[in-house]
């Protein structure tokens, strides 16, 4: 008998199929669905650029495939658990939306387009990661910017 932390494999001997009961503790699981987001993540990308997407639906998938993939988390990866959990629940939310939003058709172009893409190469945009990190550095700057005018009130009024 297994409990729901267990994952059973198939394995091939010379005496036939053996049954191999796997413990995944619950971070490895996290870190699993974590990784099958990917694939979900790209078709959304590829609905982004899919002609029979609405616009809105393209903003909001846009949206999520850009924290997706954002080096920047609300929660960082490397705190336990807690750094997963934005990850399976606010880029998880986002699909569902975007999925509501993109008619069914597109959405299984898409899907099927991804698979297809990630089974042969794996997406490989570093153009795309540069952008997204520089729009993070921007936006980080900016930030501090105006943080340092908030701080510094009498020396933003002279300049």
Same mark, same amino acid.
């Given at each position: 008998m297994c409990d729901r932390a267990a994952t059973v494999a198939l394995q091939t001997s010379d005496h036939g199929p053996l049954c191999t009961i796997i413990k995944m503790t619950w971070l490895?699981?996290?870190?699993?669905?974590?990784?099958?987001?990917?694939?979900?993540?790209?078709?959304?990308?590829?609905?982004?650029?899919?002609? /029979?997407?609405?616009?809105?639906a393209k903003a909001v998938a846009a949206c999520v495939v850009a924290y997706a993939l954002s080096p920047i988390d609300l929660i960082p990866d490397f705190i336990p658990v807690l750094g997963y959990l934005d990850d399976l629940i606010i880029v998880p939310? /986002?699909?569902?939306?975007?999925?509501?939003?993109?008619p069914t058709v597109v959405m299984d172009e898409c899907r099927e387009e991804a698979a297809r893409r990630l089974d042969s190469s794996g997406p490989r945009s570093w153009v795309a990661a540069a952008v997204i990190i520089a729009v993070w550095l921007m936006l980080a700057a900016l930030s501090a910017w105006l943080i340092w005018r908030w701080l510094h009130p009498a020396h933003a009024a002279t300049v």
């Open positions: 490895q699981q996290l870190k699993q669905r974590a990784k099958e987001l990917e694939s979900q993540t790209y078709a959304l990308y590829l609905v982004c650029r899919h002609p /029979g997407t609405p616009w809105h939310l /986002g699909i569902a939306l975007v999925i509501r939003l993109v």
